[in-house]
């Protein structure tokens, strides 16, 4: 019941809120011990804040419920590939494990460079990934026709 596959489709969940926003649909949830302690999606528009990924805040959710400022036994889930920012904060962190759906050519960590995360953090790309996309691809087909 608790496999990647399930705690990536509860990030899926935190993304279509998102979505439902107006926001870029990016969804995450941090695991410990097969729980949800943290979740997050993109609020940057609504809270005014360019930090306020889904990452971001679901770290401080998760930092917060468990108490700690570092979540090593923690898995991150995330639909979309983090950014240098999230990827700085998993690592300051010290994340156990990175999952994401759809890797980000653009924005995304790797692009840069993988010292970005802690050299302890596992990583992990391609679960649910075309789900990912396709809510990803919807947001900007919409975003695109009413700008028509």
Known sequence: MFS?????????KEARKAYEENEI???????????????????????NDATAHAEMVAISSASNY??????????????????????????WTQMGQIVFGAGDSKNGFSKHSKSYLHPSTKIKGGVIENESLELMQSFFKNLRKDKN
Do not use: D, W
């Open 66 to 91: 468990l108490n700690s400022r570092y979540l090593k036994e923690c898995t991150l889930f995330v639909t979309l590939e983090p950014c240098v920012m999230c990827a700085g904060a998993s690592f």
């Open 25 to 47: 649909p990016v969804g995450a949830v941090v695991v410990c011990q097969n729980r949800i302690v943290g979740r997050g999606h993109n609020q940057s528009i609504a809270l």
């Open 4 to 12: 990647e596959e399930y705690f990536m489709r509860e990030a899926l």
